[in-house]
């Protein structure tokens, strides 16, 4: 699976200090999926925090953003 991030996405991982490795096992194994046509919304609880990735698929998956739920 190719993964490629928007220079949005860059920047909240960054801001956010978000391990690769969460981002990762959020999309091998998600709580909760949400599909609006090539859109998709994931989610997963790891360390007591909810990640939530917004991306679109196609030929490979653009994260488009990523940010803890509350």
Do not use: C, Q
Not at 10 to 38: A, H, M, N, Q, Y
Not at 45 to 51: A, S, Y
Request: no cysteine; charged share 30%; net charge positive.
């Amino acid at each position: 699976m190719r993964i490629i991030y928007t220079n949005h996405a860059k920047f909240k991982i960054e801001k956010l200090k978000i391990p690769r490795v969460w981002i990762e096992e959020t999309f091998k194994s998600p709580d909760l999926i949400i599909t609006f046509g090539d859109k998709f919304i994931i989610n997963r609880k790891l360390n007591g925090k909810t990640l939530e990735i917004v991306y679109i698929k196609a030929k490979y998956i653009r994260v488009v953003t990523l940010y803890f739920l509350r």
